[in-house]
């Protein structure tokens, strides 16, 4: 098998390499290549921190990496001078078909870079989180293959607008992060494709998120809501909760960890409801910061409206901090309600002030969904086994 694997030589694409909201993306590369697979990345755009605000492994990967649009217009030109005399056919009909739009014009670009750079470096499979809209392009072009993995929910809400069905018709097979993605794109395509899907779960090394010390009386009792802060994660439903157990004179302190287009309407809704010492945004940080807020934490609560399978939820479950979160899309294959967390419904703000107050006045409760959230991440997302049962997909899908 180790044989088999390390003859497995796989181009990563990706959006952004290293990205603070996408933490999942370099350990899943960094575990393939602990497992024996060849992994080479490129990604789109160049890291969204300086060198200095990145951790050690983030730093490594950064200056391993290919980036796409950094790569400036000299070299993009040779790469499409050589992808025209080589493979003129190709490129042309790849080009009149990204005439529809000057969106997809742009992704053809890319595409030829990435199936440029894959040319020279002798790889001959891509797959692609995030990335699929280039990715997608790069197999009309070069004699390559395509895999991507995808985590929703905005390609499910719209599969027309996002061309999920093409995505699937040029991959050789396709990821999805959680069951209900998987039910979705067999939803949005043929039955005749049904057998090109997978099912791999992401994960968190427990080890590295291990249980944090218990605080049995905290006070001020600590919420924690990770991610960017953007109108799907619907954080104004949070702060709404916030409120009212403030209201009721609890003390109770939220602390936004993330950044995002909503983050000035959010301040607003904080200014506004004299919330000021009881939320704070903390912004983008590294693992390492996030790990000492965890640390502090004693709930994680998410508000979305919509969600893929969120990582953040696995990272605080293995340190056994008690989430809360809606029973949205993938969420309820993570979380059994009553069991090792708590589900509410979603944009009910009054719902998710009373299970967050539920936790506040119940420490053993708090302790025993911990507890049991750390076995869930151990029996079902442990970033080891998951990351291993991907490497068997590529494995299998691949050794023709």
């Known amino acids: 098998m180790e044989s088999r694997r390390s003859s497995l030589r796989i181009a990563y694409l990706l959006s952004q390499y290293p990205a603070v909201n996408h933490v999942f993306m370099l350990r899943e590369v960094r575990y393939l290549r602990q497992l024996g697979l060849e992994i080479q990345v490129a990604s789109i755009r160049k890291p969204d921190r300086d060198p200095g605000a990145m951790t050690v492994a983030e730093r490594e990967e950064a200056k391993a990496a290919s980036y796409v649009k950094s790569a400036g217009l000299a070299r993009l030109a040779a790469a499409h001078a050589r992808t025209l005399a080589t493979r003129p056919g190709s490129y042309i009909r790849g080009l009149i078909g990204a005439l529809r739009s000057l969106h997809s014009l742009f992704y ?42 995808f985590h929703g929910p905005a390609e499910f809400q719209d599969p027309v607008g996002w061309r999920l069905v093409e995505k699937v018709q040029a991959s050789l097979f396709c990821c999805a992060i959680s069951q209900y ?91 506004e409801r004299c919330l000021a010492e009881h939320v704070s945004f903390e912004g983008n940080v590294n693992q390492d910061k996030l790990m000492e807020m965890y640390q502090e934490s004693d709930v994680l609560a998410l508000s979305s409206f919509a969600e893929g399978l969120p990582v953040v939820l696995m990272e605080a479950m293995a340190m056994e901090i008690p989430c809360v979160a809606p029973w949205v899309n993938g ?37 025993t969904l911990g507890e049991k959230a750390r076995v869930k991440v151990l029996e079902k997302f442990d970033l080891r086994r998951n990351t291993e049962r991907l490497a068997g997909v590529f494995e299998r899908r691949l050794s023709g």
């Open 108 to 149: 053809f670009a890319e595409a030829v870079a990435v199936g440029d750079w894959m040319r020279r470096q002798g790889l001959t499979h891509v797959h692609t989180h995030y990335a699929s809209a280039v990715g997608e392009m790069v197999p009309r072009i070069f004699p390559v293959t395509l895999s991507i993995t």
């Open 331 to 367: 969420i309820p294959e993570i979380i059994t309600h009553g069991s090792d967390g708590l589900l509410t419904p979603p944009g009910d703000a009054e719902a998710l002030a009373g299970a967050i107050a539920r936790l506040m006045d119940d420490a053993d409760l708090r302790r």
């Open 181 to 271: 993605g998987v039910s979705q794109l067999m939803y949005a395509c043929e039955y005749a494709e049904w057998p090109k899907m997978e099912l791999t779960l992401l994960g968190v090394d427990p080890n590295e998120f291990a249980a944090r010390p218990f605080r049995a009386m905290p006070a001020p009792f600590q919420i924690i809501c990770v991610g960017r802060l953007a109108a799907v994660k619907g954080q104004h439903v949070l702060i709404a909760a916030t409120a009212a157990l403030a209201k009721e004179g609890r003390q109770v302190r939220l602390r936004f960890v993330g950044d995002g287009p909503d983050r000035a309407a959010l301040v607003r809704d904080v200014e």
